[in-house]
Structure formats: structure tokens, C-alpha cells
């Protein structure tokens, strides 16, 4: 069975001011075949184009039970999946454990909807490497340390390098503002 493999990132730039920019970038690779999906927005927040890009990947996909393999530099995102927060929040109410809304809720909502309809895992990978001055020995321990050493380095490599084209992505709809 071919695994769908969703790199996504998201950025915002002016984050948390009252004018900014946030573009996202998402690739989607299945076998040899790729897609590549952008998008931008003003007033936004980093997050809010984090969770955007994976979310417009997750749209993008034309059939049900998947096996999806998530990558993404957003620790907030993973974190959130990895470690299932979203089921205290859903018991309490969409409260966090600091007793607050849960922000961004109604993104949250929407990733969720696709935890049914496929078999989805999720790894975190640094962002912005630049595979050709950085200690790339280095940073395949720290991606095998999250998330365990099924990668080969030739999978981690190729892993940023598509991270990094996300990130692109995201940038190049930035500028389009």
C-alpha cells in the first residue's frame, strides 16, 4: 500500500500585530506523484496558518482510509496530536487545562473530522534547514529522537528538503498580499 505523505508549514509575518501577513504551503506526495497548495491571508496568526496548511491538505485528498504520514515543523500542531489533547479538550468542553478556550477552536474541529476517515500519523521536523551548511548528522539524531528511528537519513533528508519547499510555499503566498 502507498502512503499519502502531507509536508505542511505556515507562517505569519508581523505575527500578533494588528496588520500582518500569514501564507501556508502544503505538498502532498504519493509515490512519485506530488501536489503542491498555497494560500495566504492578512490578520491572521502563525497558527492559524499552521493548522491551515494541513487542513487544505487534508481537503485536497480524493479518497477515504488513507494511510497518511504528516510532517510538520509546528510543535503545537503535532504536540497536539501526537499526545491526543484534543480529547481533554473535547471532555471539557473545548477548555484547556489552564481553564480558557481552546483558540482556534473551529480549525481544530475541522482537523479532527479527518482522524476518522483515515489512518493518520504525525511526525515533527525542524524547520528552515539549510541542508547544505547544517549539521545535518546532528539534526537526523534530534528528528529520530521525536519521532524514533523507523527514518533512514535519506528519508530525513528528503523529509526537509519537501519541509523546506513548504515553507517556500508559504513565503512566495506571503508576497502575494
Not at 494588528?18 to 497548495?37: D, I, K, Q
Not at 504536540?79 to 481533554?88: G, I
Not at 521536523?125 to 528528528?143: P, Q, S, W
Amino acid at each position: 500500500m502507498t502512503v499519502l505523505r502531507i509536508y505542511s508549514d505556515g507562517g505569519c509575518r508581523g505575527n500578533q500585530s494588528s496588520s500582518n501577513t500569514g501564507g501556508w504551503g502544503c505538498v502532498l506526495e504519493y509515490g512519485a506523484a506530488t501536489r503542491e497548495l498555497s494560500g495566504n491571508a492578512v490578520n491572521t496568526t502563525n497558527n492559524i496558518m499552521e493548522m491551515t496548511a494541513l487542513l487544505e491538505g487534508f481537503r485536497a485528498i480524493r479518497k477515504e482510509n488513507q494511510t497518511i504520514e504528516v510532517f510538520s515543523d509546528s510543535s503545537y500542531l503535532m504536540e497536539c496530536f501526537r499526545n491526543k489533547w484534543y480529547v481533554k479538550w473535547r471532555s471539557n468542553g473545548w477548555i484547556t487545562s489552564k481553564k480558557e478556550p481552546v483558540e482556534n477552536r473551529e480549525l481544530w474541529e475541522a482537523l479532527l473530522e479527518y482522524l476518522d476517515r483515515h489512518s493518520i500519523s504525525f511526525y515533527r521536523v525542524k524547520g528552515h534547514v539549510n541542508l547544505k551548511t547544517a549539521d545535518t548528522a546532528g539534526l537526523y539524531r534530534k528528528f529520530t529522537e521525536w519521532n524514533g528511528s523507523r527514518f533512514t537519513y535519506e528519508d530525513f533528508v528528503h523529509i526537509t528538503e519537501m519541509n523546506n519547499l513548504c515553507d517556500r510555499l508559504a513565503n512566495d503566498a506571503m508576497d502575494r498580499i
